[in-house]
């Protein structure tokens, strides 16, 4: 099993939820979070006074996923969240050790 | 002249409405999200405290009949508690009181986020006592600035505006800047409620400017006639000079950095507002026109300096408030004109000099007066029970530190109730249901 976790521009998460329920997946957690990249922030000016705001927000998404599934998924997000300019974001897989159902008690497979 | 009394009810109502929301909300939207409720409640309790101190002995001190130290102020003893004092006067009485409330509770700005309640509750009996109530005698109830200048201050350019933005200058020096001025960012957390707040201050400066109509008519008539013809030049004037320094605000941040913005369209209502304030009754239209464009381009310039001085005056009190009562004060003396309610041609209109120097008169001695007193009044509060929260409170948010409370609660993730519930006020619906 893997983790995948994307950070995408805000205003793409619909299409890219869309892609992946039409894809298959079942679930994920989706987190408002703010950092910065090469996209960096930018400066607000208010009664003259500038501030630079160095984060801006973006959604992550993360989904453990099949190892089978996993290229797939990677894909769906990387077309469907690019706008083509800087910040569109990051998407990154690591390996999953073990999954557990709270309700059941199933592990592994069969809990995703 | 029922419709004179009628009105002057609602007038009073609107300048309330001035306080509590519309200057509660406009500042609010300004600070940061950890403070917006210590800002508000400053107004809030503004109100409660200095119109209970107005009915005590507020109404006799500014327009009591015995007028006092060459008439810097009038008793404060003679109508106490608004002894002998009419009914019929009481509406009086109270469209007064909301001007006074209004003055004290504009100081807040510049001492925003760091500033204990309790300090406030005693600063503020102090504060109208020795610096408003003796400016309102001397300006409009008969005393030593409506004796010896023929200086026009229709609404309160000197006895609200520069009074205020004096104080607020003198207070933001005396208790200091805000943990972390310049470094930290300290940007406005909601325009919204800013600009919802700048136009209920609009709204409400009607009852304000218009409302401060005195009639001087010997007959019902005459009144009647003054009544219907005054109220409409200062209504107009008030528009227009507000829009005039909205847009001229909006130019000069366009040309100063690069765009318009919602906080400069809000900040030069409030400027245009400021400087009509003494002048609705002095111009006429062009008038107008002129001292809100200077007021919202002088205050667009004038919020700025406030980082060359290094004075945190957080929410520019001094910029917008000093400056637009100054430049309205000021300006009566150029743009002035016999054709307008007040009857005094101004430089421009052949007065000569006469109406500019009777103007910058009466600023000058508002400036001075209160710069005096705020300053005795902040030093003495600074070296007996202080006037700051503890560092950390100030860092961590004063709402929190002052009231035990968050403004927002964005995520609903505040975790269970502590305090026990009585059994009886619990419903549990699926034994309701059952018993059904």
Redesign the interface.
């Known amino acids: 099993m893997k983790l995948v976790t994307a950070v995408i521009k805000p205003h793409k998460w619909e299409e890219v939820r869309e892609a992946l329920e039409t894809f298959g997946v079942t679930g994920m957690t989706v987190s408002e979070v703010s950092g910065y990249g090469r996209q960096k922030g930018h400066t607000?000016?208010?009664?003259?006074?500038?501030?630079?705001?160095a984060l801006v927000p973006k959604i992550r998404i993360e989904i453990v996923a099949d190892d089978g599934d996993t290229d797939d998924i990677v894909g769906i997000i990387q077309k469907t969240a690019q706008t083509g300019r800087i910040g569109d974001g990051k998407v990154w897989v690591m390996p999953v050790e073990t999954v557990v159902r709270v309700r059941t008690g199933d592990r592994d497979t069969a809990a995703l | 002249m029922d419709g004179y009394y009628a009105w002057m009810i609602v007038a009073t109502a609107l300048v309330l409405m001035m306080t509590t929301p519309g200057l509660a909300l406009f500042y609010g939207g300004m600070t940061r999200a950890k403070s917006v409720l210590n800002m508000m409640m400053m107004s809030y309790v503004a109100m409660a405290v200095v119109g209970i101190v107005y009915v005590l002995w507020g109404w006799s001190e500014s327009f009591g009949p015995k007028s006092v130290a060459g008439g810097l102020f009038a008793d404060p003893f003679t109508l106490f508690g608004l002894k002998d004092v009419a009914w019929g006067s009481y509406v009086g009485v109270c469209f007064q009181l909301t001007f006074a409330v209004i003055t004290a509770a504009l100081i807040s700005g510049a001492i925003a986020d760091r500033v204990k309640l309790s300090s406030w509750v005693v600063f503020l009996p102090l504060w109208v006592t020795l610096c408003y109530f003796p400016l309102a005698h001397m300006v409009w109830g008969g005393g030593w600035i409506s004796t010896h200048l023929a200086a026009q201050d229709y609404a309160g350019g000197t006895v609200v505006h520069i009074n205020a933005g004096v104080a607020g200058g003198v207070l933001a020096l005396i208790i200091g800047r805000r943990v972390g001025f310049m470094r930290d960012?300290m940007?406005?957390h909601n325009l919204t409620l800013t600009m919802i707040g700048a136009g209920l201050l609009w709204f409400g400066w009607y009852g304000f400017n218009v409302g401060s109509i005195v009639l001087t008519g010997k007959t019902d008539a005459a009144n009647t006639q003054q009544f219907m013809s005054e109220t409409g030049v200062t209504f107009l004037n008030t528009t227009i000079a507000t829009m005039a320094a909205m847009l001229a605000w909006l130019a000069m941040?366009r040309v100063?950095?690069?765009?318009a913005?919602s906080?400069?369209a809000a900040?030069g209502i409030v400027a245009g507002l400021v400087a009509i304030t003494p002048s609705c009754g002095a111009v006429n239209v062009v008038g107008a026109i002129g001292i809100g464009a200077v007021a919202g381009a002088a205050c667009?310039y004038a919020?700025?300096l406030k980082?060359r001085f290094n004075l945190d005056d957080s929410l520019?009190v001094v910029?917008v408030h000093l400056v637009g009562g100054v430049v309205g004060t000021v300006l009566i003396g150029f743009l002035s004109t016999s054709a307008a309610p007040g009857g005094i041609d101004g430089l421009f209109y052949g007065g000569g000099l006469t109406s500019l120097g009777h103007q910058a008169g009466a600023a000058g001695i508002s400036i001075v007066w209160t710069g005096v007193f705020t300053t005795l009044i902040g030093l003495a509060i600074k070296y007996t029970i202080g006037w700051r929260v503890a560092e950390d409170d100030e860092v961590d948010g004063i709402d929190f530190a002052e009231h035990g409370e968050s403004a927002y609660d964005l995520d609903g993730r505040s975790g269970g109730v502590r305090t026990p519930v009585p059994a009886a006020h619990v419903k549990s619906p699926v034994s309701e249901g059952a018993m059904a």
């Open positions: 607000e000016v208010y009664r003259g006074a500038e501030y630079d705001i | 960012p940007k406005p941040e100063m950095h690069g765009k913005t906080l400069g900040s667009a919020v700025g980082f520019d910029g």
